[in-house]
């Protein structure tokens, strides 16, 4: 089962809303969050993935991942390249929300790739459990 993990957040639920119409509004509101948080200007969004349901006995009931590939240029001029994974539980009255997300320039993500999912890989989070 799933537990607190870096990043994760509480989201708010309304009253009657079904684990459907929940699993579709976050992941378009999180990809313009990515977005408009980026700092970076001339976005493109180069791929995404339509969010799945994961493993329900490794996550949980209602386990939801969507990928993401994008580009932009930042305050340097420089032509840089991300990814992001973000991950939205709901179920049981609670839901709730992981975002992954790392760049860098474009010329080297490739090559940066593994030492960036690596250090992301040694963050913990000691918060209150959602």
């Not at 839901?95 to 913990?124: D, M, Y």
């Amino acid at each position: 089962m799933f537990g607190p993990e870096p990043g994760w957040v509480a989201l708010p639920r309304g009253a009657g809303s079904s684990t459907v119409a929940m699993g579709r509004r976050p992941p378009n509101n999180r990809r313009a969050q990515v977005r408009d948080g980026s700092g970076l200007s001339s976005w493109v969004t180069v791929s995404r993935t339509t969010p799945v349901q994961l493993d329900p006995a490794q996550y949980g009931p209602n386990y939801l991942r969507q990928d993401m590939i994008y580009e932009g240029t930042n305050w340097l001029s420089q032509r840089v390249r991300g990814e992001a994974s973000m991950d939205f539980s709901f179920g049981n009255g609670a839901c709730g929300e992981r975002l992954r997300n790392h760049h860098a320039p474009k010329t080297r993500f490739s090559s940066s790739l593994n030492r960036l999912r690596a250090v992301q890989n040694t963050i913990s989070y000691f918060g209150t459990p959602v």
